[in-house]
Nanobody
Framework: QVQLVESGGGLVQPGGSLRLSCAAS????????MTWYRQAPEKGRELVAA???????NYADSVKGRFTISRDNAKNTVYLQMNNLNPGDTAVYYC?????????????WGQGTQVTVSS
């Protein structure tokens, strides 16, 4: 059974930090590109950070220099270190795993973890 389980969300003051984790099971983690998305109230889902199977990384412009994505294939886990958080980062954060393209594409989602940045 495929599972992506996010953790580490919560309430933090502006300027604070959180570290999100996404633990994967039920598939070969190292063969999947991993991405963090977020969705704020009344907004669409947006890409936050992505890491390929080879370790290539890209970030949304809004989080560059503040967020760091990493993966540990031995632990089947992807992380998102979030520093200098601001209220605009408030959203539900989702973990996504993807392998392949087109009709053969495999795509899995976690259930999300809430991040609230507020004083």
């Amino acid at each position: 059974q495929v599972q992506l389980v996010e953790s580490g969300g919560g309430l933090v003051q502006p300027g604070g930090s959180l570290r999100l984790s996404c633990a994967a099971s039920g598939f070969t983690f190292s063969e999947y590109a991993m991405t963090w998305y977020r969705q704020a109230p009344e907004k669409g889902r947006e890409l936050v950070a992505a890491i390929s199977i080879a370790g290539y990384i890209n970030y949304a412009d809004s989080v560059k220099g503040r967020f760091t994505i990493s993966r540990d294939n031995a632990k089947n886990t992807v992380y998102l270190q979030m520093n200098n958080l601001n209220p605009g980062d408030t959203a539900v954060y989702y973990c996504n795993a993807v392998r392949g393209v087109g009709v053969g594409k495999l795509n899995y989602w976690g259930q999300g973890t809430q991040v609230t940045v507020s004083s």
